[in-house]
């Protein structure tokens, strides 16, 4: 029944990498804009990343280079694959989707990823 799940956090090293995923049961999946927020302790929620729904990505400064951000319409999930992970990129990360002109916006529970030695 909940709209947006996300999973695939854990604890890594720096260096290393995850995959996140969110799971999605919305209708018409396809015209969401979607989504990776993350907010560390202390700090203000930060958008990572966003895939529209005609497939523009674009990046947060700080992941650029190291995050990609991908949707599968067929399956109905989007994924975030960070690589090169470092201690400053320990956040609880949420999967959101938005649809344009509509009130329509929605979000995951979170997941917790945690970068450290």
């Known amino acids: 029944q909940v709209p947006l799940v996300e999973s695939g956090g854990g604890l890594v090293q720096p260096g290393g990498s995850l995959k996140l995923s969110c799971a999605a049961a919305?209708?018409?999946?396809?015209?969401?804009?979607l989504h990776w927020f993350r907010q560390a302790p202390g700090k203000e929620r930060e958008l990572v990343a966003t895939?529209?729904?005609?497939?523009?990505?674009e990046y947060a400064d700080s992941v650029k280079g190291r995050f990609t951000m991908s949707r599968d319409d067929n399956m109905q999930t989007t994924n975030l694959q960070m690589n090169n992970l470092r201690a400053d990129d320990t956040a609880i990360y949420y999967c959101?989707?938005?649809?344009?002109?509509?009130?329509?916006?929605?979000w995951g529970q979170g997941t917790q990823v945690t970068v450290s030695s």
């Open positions: 895939i529209s729904n005609s497939g523009k990505i």
């Open positions: 919305l209708g018409a999946f396809n015209a969401y804009n």
């Open positions: 959101n989707a938005r649809l344009p002109n509509t009130s329509r916006n929605y």
